[in-house]
């Protein structure tokens, strides 16, 4: 019984220290922007747009990370984050938000306006 409950404490710290480093590699993925709803901004764009503020350059496979979290990405995954790019440009564009691509690498963020998002939406 020693054994059982040894065991059973070892796997319940174990779990627990990989819940932590789960939330510390999703803050370092999304960071901790609040995108304010009227943005009008799906799941996925909100999603690529957290990881666009939290760092100066966001490769391609990060972005696929992020909107593919929890589910395989579809084979045509490519085509899909250029779509949702396009869409995201396009929502953003009324607030002064240009997203930028880095051909063969993925996207960015003047850093002007990552730097006025990372203060105007704080959580």
């Known amino acids: 019984m020693e054994d059982f409950a040894e065991k059973n404490k070892q796997l319940t710290d174990e779990v627990a220290e990989l819940q932590e480093e789960n939330r510390q590699l999703k803050d370092?993925?999304?960071?901790d922007s609040t995108i304010p709803w009227d943005w009008g901004l799906s799941p996925s764009q909100a999603a690529i747009l957290r990881c666009l503020i939290a760092r100066p350059e966001v490769h391609y496979?990060?972005?696929?990370?992020?909107?593919?979290?929890?589910?395989?990405?579809?084979?045509n995954v490519m085509s899909v984050l250029r779509a949702q790019m396009r869409y995201l440009r396009l929502k953003l564009k009324p607030f002064g938000v240009e997203i930028?691509?880095?051909?063969?690498?993925?996207?960015?963020?003047?850093?002007?306006?990552?730097?006025?998002?990372r203060r105007d939406l704080k959580p």
């Open 28 to 31: 370092m993925l999304y960071g």
């Open 61 to 75: 496979e990060t972005i696929e990370a992020a909107i593919y979290f929890k589910r395989e990405p579809p084979e």
């Open 100 to 117: 930028h691509n880095k051909s063969g690498f993925g996207y960015y963020l003047d850093p002007a306006t990552r730097k006025r998002l």
